[in-house]
């Protein structure tokens, strides 16, 4: 079978490093197109992907024919658009988080799809790697108990006023940039939704720079507390925590990994430790693969629009509780 064509909308930085070589490196995918007007921007993509087709601007690209899926790294603000762009030109899509600013404009885009027949998610790739996937078996096989406490750190240093990150106008701050994870990560592991949130927000021209949360989640087991902690003005750090009657389950990149630091993930009982570790895994290419074989095979995705959606909700609750 034919790799599938991906295109992506605009030469975003983590597109070059990470989603871009990361689409060529996977099984069944292929990067052959990319949207932009700059030559140097393009030529960093064609480093690693030669003879990508070049395209002036995004709406070239999605009337390319040869494309099957497309990857949006654009700005926050512009995903639901170019979203719904994508799946009315007959196109898969690949949206990067977050995919909305709040949950209610996520609608649109789930009534989009289920109109066309191609698929569409958010490009959360932490529920690809094996690490949250172990995290998630271990708490459904009760191994720390009835999990009592889930905390969350995400933080790290970026002053620049220019960066996309600082900037209100296209939906900056570490609430949408990593709140996602912080928050959606526990949903995810833990099967959970939150009930009740209250927040500390600190602000810098309008842009959230350090968001600390504190609530109730619940989940099969039932209800636990829950604290997390984003910045993008402290000394960088990632650490997950999930404290059980019986137990203690501690992931020490569980973001960025390999990037950040090698993935580990540690369970502490009374009576024993144990360690899992997850060298050279790269969850971006992980991520393709599932959405190809989705796509593809019909094999089971593990993060649709609904589960997008719900992680918005709990983001929206989060500012709501702001105090």
């Not at 990067?96 to 600013?101: D, H, Q, S």
């Amino acid at each position: 079978m034919e790799p599938m064509n991906w295109g992506i909308l605009g030469a975003a930085n983590f597109a070059a490093e990470h989603m871009g070589p990361a689409i060529h490196a996977a099984k069944g995918a292929r990067l052959a197109a990319l949207a932009t007007s700059s030559p140097e921007k393009a030529a960093r993509f064609e480093a690693f992907a030669p003879g990508l087709a070049v395209h002036s601007n995004y709406d070239a690209l999605l009337a390319d024919p040869s494309i099957e899926a497309v990857y949006i790294p654009l700005p926050n603000t512009l995903h639901i658009e170019w979203g719904l762009k994508a799946l009315a030109a007959g196109k898969h899509v690949l949206i990067e988080k977050p995919l909305a600013m709040t949950a209610a404009e996520i609608d649109r885009l789930i009534a989009a799809r289920d109109a066309s027949g191609k698929f569409a998610t958010e490009a959360y790739m932490i529920v690809h790697h094996p690490q949250w996937q172990l995290v998630r078996r271990w708490l459904d096989e009760g191994r720390i108990g009835q999990l009592r406490h889930a905390d969350v750190a995400f933080t790290y240093d970026n002053p620049d006023p220019n960066n996309i990150r600082n900037r209100a106008d296209v939906g900056g701050g570490s609430i949408p940039d990593i709140g996602v994870y912080a928050y959606s990560s526990v949903r995810f592991a833990a099967r959970a939704e939150p009930v009740e949130m209250s927040a500390l927000i600190k602000r810098e021209n309008g842009v959230d720079t350090f968001t600390q949360v504190r609530g109730e989640m619940a989940g099969p087991g039932g209800q636990f507390s829950y604290a997390a902690l984003t910045a993008t003005r402290l000394f960088a750090r990632q650490e997950v925590t999930f404290q059980g009657e019986s137990g203690r389950i501690t992931l020490t990149a569980p973001f960025n990994a390999n990037v950040f630091g090698e993935a580990q993930v540690h369970l502490h009982t009374k009576t024993t430790t144990e360690t899992h570790r997850f060298p050279g895994v790269n969850q971006y290419v992980l991520q393709v693969e599932a959405f190809v074989a989705h796509i593809r095979d019909g094999a089971p995705y593990p993060w649709m629009l609904e589960d997008a959606q719900k992680g918005q909700a709990m983001i929206d609750m989060v500012r709501a509780g702001e105090v």
